[in-house]
């Protein structure tokens, strides 16, 4: 693959992984977010659910690392990394799908258009 393609990917790919980890920070510093993740149960998220936004930026942040060592933008990634980021996106996308959240099925499993706001438009 082209160069400046290959990078041009990695920088939509980690504004993408920056948008999340942004949403992530913010559940976990008690931001009234939880109707849009985990579920919709909680307006604030409870101090067990704050740990797991953190724990989800962290791993944000690792995918970010990668996208951009990968895309030859900085630092150094080995090939193992493409099974690190297979496994966090395969947990991700299960739990997304497994979600009560319309919000989460429909952002980020956006093959369920059985969500409301997508039936009504």
């Known amino acids: 693959m082209n160069h ?3 990078q041009s990917i990695a920088i939509v790919g980690t504004i993408g992984m ?3 980890s942004i949403f992530q920070i913010l559940l976990a510093v ?3 977010l939880g109707h849009a993740a985990f579920g919709e149960e909680n307006r604030v998220l409870p101090r ?12 944000f942040v690792a995918v970010f690392y990668i996208i951009l060592a990968r895309g030859g933008l900085f630092g150094n990634a080995s090939r193992s ?4 980021l297979v496994a966090i996106y ?3 996308t299960l739990a997304n799908i497994a979600s009560r959240s319309h919000w989460e ?5 956006p093959s369920d258009l059985s969500s409301p706001s997508v039936a009504s438009s």
Not at 81 to 84: A, N, P
Request: aromatic fraction near 4%; glycine fraction near 10%; charged fraction near 10%.
């Open 4 to 6: 400046s393609l290959t």
């Open 18 to 20: 920056a948008g999340m």
């Open 30 to 32: 008690g931001m009234p």
């Open 48 to 59: 067990k659910l704050r740990l797991a936004s953190a724990i989800s930026v962290v791993l």
């Open 81 to 84: 990394s493409q099974v690190v």
């Open 90 to 92: 395969g947990v991700s």
């Open 105 to 109: 099925r429909f952002v980020l499993h």
